[in-house]
T-cell receptor, first 118, second 111 residues
């Protein structure tokens, strides 16, 4: 499967600051990446689909001006949480679909980023 | 809304026992997938079963799919302490659409 990395793995920031999370596909070019959010002991909630070279597609209820996504290359997508507040504290996970590689829509996930906003 | 609903929400067993988790969904699918998540980590893909398949095996994993009942089960045989994790089912409506994850089952395997 694909190898996906995320950086940082953990970040603590003050309320009002912006935080950038990187997601990298290390061993194949991904035109599409996904960003999820997960609260403790809950399921994954899809936030947006990141498309290389074009605008991200956001799920209903996700503020695009709050969660900025940039997919500048085939191996890198970034999620920036702007003006973070304590309610943005969560586990953010990215994934890459193997659809373009295997023909099957399996997803390969990064290790996640734990964001804590004080 | 969540597409998949797993049950039980939590399962506690002893090493060597089998663990069965169930997933129900609401709309038609192209395929259903099972993922595993260790605490505080990303998800790992376990197995994909297509809508025209009824059963699939991978090592100690056995997945069944009943499209008439819109349900799937994941069986882990001869469980080990290392199988302790949360398990999620995810549905794919078209084969190239986004995945919708269920709420997950937390499995605890005691030595």
């Amino acid at each position: 499967g694909a190898v996906v990395s995320q950086h940082p793995s953990r970040v603590i920031c003050k309320s009002g600051t912006s935080v950038k999370i990187e997601c990298r596909s290390l061993d194949f070019q991904a035109t599409t990446m996904f960003w999820y959010r997960q609260f403790p002991k809950q399921s994954l909630m899809l936030m947006a689909t990141s498309n290389e070279g074009s605008k991200a597609t956001y799920e209903q209820g996700v503020e695009k001006d709050k969660f900025l996504i940039n997919h500048a290359s085939l191996t890198l997508s970034t999620l920036t949480v702007t003006s973070a507040h304590p309610e943005d504290s969560s586990f953010y996970i990215c994934s890459v679909s193997s659809l373009g590689r295997t023909g099957y829509n399996e997803q390969f996930f990064g290790p996640g980023t734990r964001l804590t906003v004080l | 809304s969540q597409q998949g609903e797993e049950d039980p929400q939590a399962l506690s067993i002893q090493e060597g026992e089998n663990a069965t988790m169930n997933c129900s969904y609401k709309t038609s699918i192209n395929n259903l997938q099972w993922y595993r998540q260790n605490s505080g980590r990303g998800l790992v893909h376990l197995i994909l079963i297509r809508s025209n398949e009824r059963e699939k095996h991978s090592g100690r994993l056995r997945v069944t799919l009943d499209t008439s009942k819109k349900s799937s089960s994941l069986l882990i045989t001869a469980s080990r302490a290392a199988d302790t994790a949360s398990y999620f089912c995810a549905t794919d409506a078209s084969g190239y659409s986004t995945l919708t994850f269920g709420k997950g089952t937390m499995l605890l395997v005691s030595p």
